[in-house]
């Protein structure tokens, strides 16, 4: 039997409607629907152009472009074909993307200067997390506050900035090479959080060889070339301490202020309170402290064993003159969310530290960095 005729234009509409889902434009917008074919029985085949044959959403495009094409009227079936953009369609829509969002590029790009500074409306909220030393759960923390806030409805980033300890990717349960489009790195989607991840780039398990001049180039282009496609929050994981990493990010993330993670033990506490020290010496405020592992709650009794002491955290918050945000206790869902790749604030909502977490990103304090007297870094290549 011959069907209703299919409105080719139809066709092409619904399917230029869908989105790529890195680079956050409809398939139309981007031209990246190609022939489209419909014979008498409403069969279509109809072509889609990917940024890169590899594409690791391919299959996720198909369904989608698939499901749109059999929503229109007289469709009975419908095959989605790929193509690649060659070189030059790659080059020619990175510098698309970059001339049409100039905001989300150039030394600090999406974090700040590029919007006309820290201050410009639409500019995202930057949080750079730190701690003292390894292990007090600063990757913990940060990978569930950018899912609370995810889930509250914001467009959160996650950059992993901790280059030797790395731990996002696993605490988000992906690990894939991120898309690149001639020098722009396209975040990977987890979540609901887009995340880039130095583990993206070196494969689970490799070292990171990196070190001085081109791990500051490696850093300088983390903040410069990731197209995050409009973002409300960005988390920056940076490494534990006081080294050459973080000093670099400090100076890149003009628009940042910083979320100090500590345990109550003295000896984490005492450490922190350098980060912040040298966070105030190049002009980044602070926007609050989080006590981690604060105590340990019986499951039978309900008791709290403050296993790490106690006070730690407000006395760097004392310190620093900054706020205590919170307290998170020591939990096995906490942990276990970590292993799994799914944050305890998703998988576990529930328990006690998820609720703490989940309360503290509803409140994170928006903290802007005063630029008089801070000098801009003029190059970042
Ligand atoms: P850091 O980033 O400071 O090195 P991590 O976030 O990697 O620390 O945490 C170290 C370990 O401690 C991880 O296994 C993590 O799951 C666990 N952890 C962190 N905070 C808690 C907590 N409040 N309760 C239970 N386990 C936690």
């Known amino acids: ?44 085949r109809i072509s889609v152009t990917l940024t890169t044959p590899t594409c690791p959403l391919r299959e996720e495009i198909r369904a989608a472009v698939d499901a749109a094409v059999r929503g229109v009227p007289g469709v009975t079936d419908a095959e989605v074909g790929f193509g690649a ?57 940060t990978a569930n506050l950018a899912a609370a806030l995810a889930l509250d409805g914001l467009r959160v980033g996650v950059l ?19 898309v690149a489009l001639a020098g722009l790195m396209f975040p990977v989607e987890a979540h609901g959080v887009r995340l880039m991840s130095v583990g993206f780039l070196v494969g689970e398990d490799e070292p990171v060889v990196w070190r001085g001049p081109m791990l500051h180039k490696a ?8 197209y995050w496609g409009g973002l409300d929050v960005l988390l920056v994981d940076l490494p534990p301490g006081t080294g050459d990493v973080t000093l670099s990010l400090m100076e890149l993330l003009p628009s940042a202020a910083l979320l100090a993670v500590t345990t109550p033990q003295p000896a984490a506490r005492g450490v922190a309170v350098r980060v912040g020290r040298l966070a105030a010496s190049s002009g980044m405020p602070v926007a609050g402290v989080v006590e981690n592992m604060t105590d340990l ?3 039978g009794c309900g008791a709290r064993t403050p296993m790490f002491g106690s006070g730690g955290g407000a006395a760097l918050a004392e310190a620093l003159d900054a706020p205590l945000l919170g307290a998170v206790p020591l939990d096995l869902p906490l942990r276990v969310g970590g292993d799994t790749g799914v944050p305890a604030v998703i998988g576990a909502p529930g328990a006690p530290s998820a609720a703490e977490l989940r309360r503290i990103a509803a409140a994170l304090p928006s903290v802007r960095r005063s630029l008089v007297g801070v000098p801009l870094p003029l190059s970042v290549t």
Not at 32 to 39: A, F, L, R, S, T
Not at 219 to 226: G, L
């Open 1 to 44: 039997m011959i069907g209703a005729r299919v409105d080719t234009a139809a066709v092409r509409r619904a399917a230029g409607a869908v989105e790529d889902p890195e680079i956050r434009r409809s398939l139309g917008e981007l031209g990246m629907v190609g022939d489209v074919d419909v014979d008498r029985r409403g069969r279509v």
């Open 85 to 141: 953009l060659d070189a030059s369609g790659r080059t020619a829509l990175a510098a698309r993307l970059r001339a049409e969002d100039p905001g989300a590029f150039g030394p600090g790009g999406a974090l700040g200067i590029g919007t006309g500074g820290p201050d410009a409306a639409g500019a995202p909220r930057v949080y750079a997390v730190g701690s003292g030393k390894g292990g007090v759960g600063k990757s913990t923390v």
């Open 160 to 178: 992993d900035a901790d280059v030797w300890g790395y731990s996002i990717p696993r605490a988000f349960g992906v690990n894939r090479a991120p």
């Open 219 to 226: 850093i300088a282009q983390f903040c410069s070339d990731v």
């Open 297 to 299: 709650a019986c499951d």
